[in-house]
Every structure is written in structure tokens, then in C-alpha cells.
């Protein structure tokens, strides 16, 4: 069992940045690929980033060049640093563990705002 908790994310003006984070707990050694993903009112949840267990990363082209994840497989935390905000980004921000037989696991979910 792996749980989840994002924490980091408010209101931001654009252009502006914040920087997310999520704490694993429970069977972390099972955990492979990290990531995050979004979603907006009325949209389907989308994919942001990932990032493997030895920090190889993938990132949209929405926000490529603008956020950076990383990860600190010590502390079982990974970071999602998002900077030259746009509204577009806005939404809830759901932090997502992989393990090595394929099961996911969500965090709760923190809101971003960002305004124009």
C-alpha cells in the first residue's frame, strides 16, 4: 500500500511560480515511475510529468521548459517546481505513484489558480 500527499499549491498571479511537493508513505520500495497530473473544471485529468526512480524525466509540451520535477528518493518525496505560470494552468494538481507491477496510486490533490 502507498498513500500520497500533495501540499504546496494556492493562488498565483502569471508569471508568477510555486512549487508542489508529494510525501509517499506505506510500501514505497515498490515504487518506480512518479508523476503528476491536472486537471481543470470540466476537463479530463491530464498528464504533467514524470519522473522514474533514477530521475529520468518527461514532461507535456504545455509545460516543457516552465516546471521541473524531481525527486528525493530519501526523504520519498518527489517536487513539481512550475514557474512563468500561465491560467491555462489552473487546476487541481494530483499527485501520481507507479509501482512496479503497474498499480497506481493518487494523492488527494492540491488546487492551483493562477491569475492573469
Known amino acids: 500500500q502507498v498513500q500520497l500527499v500533495e501540499s504546496g499549491g494556492g493562488l498565483v498571479q502569471a508569471w508568477g511560480s510555486l512549487r508542489l511537493s508529494c510525501a509517499a508513505s506505506?510500501?514505497?520500495?515498490?515504487?518506480?515511475?512518479m508523476g503528476w497530473y491536472r486537471q481543470a473544471p470540466g476537463k479530463q485529468r491530464e498528464l504533467v510529468t514524470t519522473i522514474t526512480r533514477r530521475g529520468t524525466t518527461n514532461y507535456a509540451d504545455s509545460v516543457k521548459g516552465r516546471f521541473t520535477v524531481s525527486r528525493e528518493n530519501a526523504k520519498n518525496t518527489v517536487y513539481l517546481q512550475m514557474n512563468s505560470l500561465k491560467p491555462e494552468d489552473t487546476g487541481i494538481y494530483y499527485c501520481?505513484?507507479?509501482?512496479?507491477?503497474?498499480?497506481?496510486?493518487w494523492g488527494q490533490g492540491t488546487q492551483v489558480t493562477v491569475s492573469s
Open positions: 501520481n505513484a507507479q509501482d512496479y507491477s503497474l498499480k497506481n496510486y
Open positions: 506505506g510500501s514505497i520500495f515498490s515504487i518506480n515511475v
